[in-house]
């Protein structure tokens, strides 16, 4: 588990990249926590840096929109997914279980 920081830090309608191997990118938006891969798959540009609208998250470069909950893109450019990352809170501290730690893609 990778510690992100206390929830009370992550207001609603933001994020947080940790900086991994790859980054990861912790949104907290509609009373959720979501974490998936923070480089956009169409072009190196930092998700965490977009526009969040409910479960998705629209890269900055190029308006490609990706959905917080599966990962997958859901308007061009971006043909291909990013990969998801279970998120867990314990005692008000936000966690993120990195998939290639875990040896499975989430």
């Keep these: 588990m990778i510690p992100v920081c206390p929830l009370a830090d992550l207001p609603t309608g933001e994020s947080v990249r940790i900086d991994t191997a790859p980054p990861i ?16 798959t169409h072009q190196d540009a930092s998700l965490s840096d977009g526009w969040l609208e409910g479960c998705l998250v629209e890269c900055p470069l190029h308006a490609a929109s990706f959905d917080l909950r599966t990962g997958a893109a859901t308007c061009l450019p971006a043909r291909r997914a990013v990969r998801t990352h279970p998120v867990t809170v314990q005692d008000g501290m936000i966690y993120v279980h990195h998939a290639a730690e875990e040896g499975t893609a989430a």
């Design 25 to 40: 990118a912790v949104f907290h938006t509609d009373g959720q926590l979501y974490a998936i891969d923070d480089t956009c």
